[in-house]
């Protein structure tokens, strides 16, 4: 079992940049493939990014690929999305999710966290 606490979100203006932070417990976290999701106003939640468990690997929805960068640190129990360039149409709740499979974690995650809202003005 790994649980899940998001740290970071906030308001920020368009252009500028948010670090979220994912703080992880639970025996089985290094082996857990990572990542994070987010849920717009009204609409579905949608992949973001993964990460393996070494964090050797990412792999980013195109709608952040150059903007957002995945990593974690396995000797904190933390991964970490910082948020570049940052658009109004990134406003969503932010989930930090995980999961024993590489594949599952992009798809249908095992563990969430509770979320954070982040907030862009234009």
């Known amino acids: 079992q790994v649980q899940l606490v998001e740290s970071g979100g906030g308001l920020v203006q368009a252009g500028g940049s948010l670090r979220l932070s994912c703080a992880a417990s639970g025996r089985t976290y290094t082996s857990n493939a990572m990542g994070w999701f987010r849920q717009a106003p009204g609409k579905d939640r949608e992949f973001v990014a993964r990460?393996?468990?070494?964090?050797?690997?990412?792999y980013y929805a195109n709608s952040v690929k150059g903007r957002f960068t995945i990593s974690r640190d396995n000797a904190k129990n933390t991964v970490y999305l910082q948020m570049n360039s940052l658009k109004p149409e990134d406003t969503a709740v932010y989930y930090c999710?995980?999961?024993?499979?590489?594949?599952?974690?992009?798809?249908?995650?095992?563990?969430w966290g509770q979320g954070t809202q982040v907030t862009v003005s234009s």
């Open positions: 990460i393996t468990g070494s964090g050797g690997y990412s």
């Open positions: 999710v995980g999961d024993p499979s590489i594949s599952a974690v992009v798809t249908a995650p095992r563990y």
